[in-house]
């Protein structure tokens, strides 16, 4: 009876050791910024689904929906860096997919430069232990044929949409000047971006829209791009570039 007992606890202490850690090994931390909006909300989703904590952060987190034993939601502001430092410390990743317009609608100031600032300051602040990031861009930052979409654009300079464009495009210089920053910004396709459904393949490009066969924009579901950013949370395949993704 004491040799049955043992072999059972034997067993147990086994299968902690082989199975329970490798989960929990597996299972990251992840901040997301924006996980009140469209495309935070689906990573949260994605990322609960495959087994990962989520810290969802909002100005107003009464209004992150959805509950979850992985899920816990937190007050913060993306622009602010001693909040940030609170809420990323110990994380394993940062996802930063906020969008907004900043003061004059000029790109410096806008929410996503603004953001992209702000994790710098926070992840140079922790040092070795600072989370990667992963910051979702904007569509007119690839190019075509080499030629950068925001030039063939023509945004009106002062107007919202010129500001919150050329703010993705900031975003990422200041990324690219870094070169203590485990940094990946995901570009999705612009105008190509639609609700759909999780197929989970793609194909993965850098600073060049990807097109169809007849040379279109080729199109991705938002629920693949959350597939997209928690493989790359997984996977950290594309640490200091920016990837786009598109099927
Ligand atoms: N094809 C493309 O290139 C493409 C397509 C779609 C989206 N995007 C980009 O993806 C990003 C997300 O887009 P979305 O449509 O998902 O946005 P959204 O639905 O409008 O959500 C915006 C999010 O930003 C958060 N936010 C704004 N200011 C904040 C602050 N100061 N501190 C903390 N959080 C703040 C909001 O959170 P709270 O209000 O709860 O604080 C909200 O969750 C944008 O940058 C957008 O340009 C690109």
Known sequence: MRRQTFAAIFAAALYCLFVGPTFAADQSTIVIYGATGKLGGKIATEALNRGHKVIGVSRDPSTLNGAHANLSAVAGDV??????????????????????IGAD?????????????????????????????????GGTTLRRNGVLGLESA?????????????????????????????????????????????????????????????????PLSEEDLAAVVIDEVENARSIGQRITAAY
Not at 83 to 90: A, H, K, Q
Not at 193 to 217: K, M, S
């Open 154 to 218: 023509n945004l009106e300079e002062g107007s919202s949409l010129h500001g919150r464009m050329w703010g993705h495009w900031v975003a990422l210089q200041n990324y690219r000047a870094t070169t203590d920053i485990r940094w990946t910004v995901l570009t999705p396709p612009p105008s190509a971006l639609i609700p759909g459904e999780r197929t989970g393949v793609y194909r993965l490009g850098t600073d060049e829209l990807l097109l169809t066969e007849d040379g279109a924009v080729a």
């Open 105 to 137: 609608n000029t790109p410096k100031n806008s929410i996503v430069n603004q953001a992209a600032l702000t994790f710098i300051q926070a992840a140079r602040g922790l040092g070795a232990s600072a989370p990667r990031v992963i910051q979702i861009g």
């Open 79 to 100: 622009t602010n860096v001693n909040s940030m430092l609170e809420i990323i410390v110990g994380a394993d990743v940062v996802v930063i997919a906020v969008a907004g």
